[in-house]
């Protein structure tokens, strides 16, 4: 087991929402992010929220069609993407870092810890 879970994904029909979960060793103490990448593209970021979600970042793919929060109580970081298209096929990552000063960043060399990332399939 990883420092850092993902759960849920699978095949989903064009136009559903997906929604992820996941977990972190330091959840308590990290700012956390989604990110995917799609066969043959770079890794991207899709949404991040600071430690104590007083700010959080969203890609301008996603906005309009993306929630993301953390449920202090599970200790769980969730991602809810609407609207879904099979451009929205891709493998999608949890990442965490502590020490994160009130920051969260968009950007993958930011992040510590990485899941194993989850496979999400758009069938249209």
């Known amino acids: 087991q990883g420092d850092v879970m993902e759960s849920g994904g699978g095949l989903v029909q064009a136009g559903g929402s997906l929604t992820l979960s996941c977990t972190a060793v330091d959840f308590d103490r990290s700012a956390m992010a989604w990110f995917r990448q799609a066969p043959g593209k770079e890794r991207e970021g899709v949404v991040c929220?600071?430690?104590?979600?007083?700010?959080?970042m969203v890609a301008d793919f996603a906005k309009g069609r993306v929630g993301a929060w953390k449920d202090n109580a599970q200790k769980k970081f969730f991602l809810q993407l609407d609207n879904l298209t099979p451009n929205d096929t891709a493998i999608y990552y949890c990442a965490a870092r502590e020490y994160s000063f009130g920051n969260c960043h968009l950007f993958s060399d930011w992040y510590y810890q990485w899941g194993q990332g989850t496979q999400v399939t758009v069938s249209s």
């Open positions: 929220k600071t430690r104590l979600e007083t700010y959080g």
